[in-house]
Nanobody, 115 residues
Framework: QVQLVESGGGLVQAGGSLRLSCAAS????????MGWFRQPPGNQRDLVAA???????NYADSVKGRFTISRDNAKTTGYLQMNSLKPEDTAVYYC?????????WGKGTLVTVSS
């Protein structure tokens, strides 16, 4: 049973920072690609950032230079460091992990950026 638990969301002013965490259990974390999506109110869920098992990363254009994705395989935890936050970053952030072609999701954590 794969379980993902996000944490670190909250309310922050524009220009501030937050670090999201995604703790994984019950999986071969170190071999699995993982990443983050976000879903603003009334909008679809879109990819924010992804990191391969070997550490290769990719980002949505809207967050490049502001967000950094990382992972600690020993702790089976992924992170999303978010700097220079903007009101348009307000969304529920979901982490995912891909195990043998199946994508598992966390329940999400809300990030609200006030102007």
């Amino acid at each position: 049973q794969v379980q993902l638990v996000e944490s670190g969301g909250g309310l922050v002013q524009a220009g501030g920072s937050l670090r999201l965490s995604c703790a994984a259990s019950g999986t071969i974390f170190s071999r699995a690609p993982m990443g983050w999506f976000r879903q603003p109110p009334g909008n679809q869920r879109d990819l924010v950032a992804a990191i391969a098992s070997g550490g290769t990363t990719n980002y949505a254009d809207s967050v490049k230079g502001r967000f950094t994705i990382s992972r600690d395989n020993a702790k089976t935890t992924g992170y999303l460091q978010m700097n220079s936050l903007k009101p348009e970053d307000t969304a529920v952030y979901y982490c995912y992990i891909d195990i043998y072609g199946v994508r598992y999701w966390g329940k999400g954590t809300l990030v609200t950026v006030s102007s």
